[in-house]
């Protein structure tokens, strides 16, 4: 498995959002947007519980992540592989995305009912297009 390229990672870094395909217990996927973060551990989105991403990933750790550019589709990235749920810094991962996403320094929608988790995502595939030089592995 390679690592991210530099083109990658910055790519990343734009407030782009993903799609995210886990799997329902029946197997069926179940896709949804998110808010992408890169730092030096890799690839992560934030959740929460009791939302349906975390209990599905708890089930099944499998998950793919698809960012496109929203001014052209010819440049993204595709990345597959298994997920960890980390509760530790998920409240702060979640601020430093809404300043990211809609420049807000805190989450505005947080709500006392859910307990924030960040998805950490082991890559087992990536493939990216328009992002220099292309890759797949």
């Not at 890799?42 to 698809?66: H, I, M, Q």
């Not at 990345?79 to 995305?97: C, F, H, K, P, W």
Request: proline share 7%; glycine share 8%; aromatic share 8%.
């Amino acid at each position: 498995m390679r690592a991210l390229t530099a083109a990658e990672r910055e790519f990343l870094g734009n407030p782009f959002v993903g799609i995210v395909t886990d799997l329902r217990p029946d197997g069926s996927p179940h896709s949804t947007i998110v808010w992408v973060d890169v730092d030096d551990d890799g690839v992560s989105f934030n959740t929460a519980w009791p939302r349906a991403k975390p209990r599905y990933l708890a089930g099944d750790p499998r998950l793919s992540l698809t960012v496109v550019d929203p001014a052209d589709a010819y440049r993204w990235i595709s990345i597959s592989g298994s997920t960890e749920l980390v509760d530790e810094g998920a409240n702060e991962q979640i601020d430093r995305l809404a300043k990211k996403y809609v420049g807000r320094d805190t989450y505005p929608w947080h709500k006392p009912e859910e307990r924030r988790v960040s998805v950490r995502i082991t890559p087992t595939w990536i493939e990216s297009r328009g992002l220099g030089r292309a890759g797949r592995g």
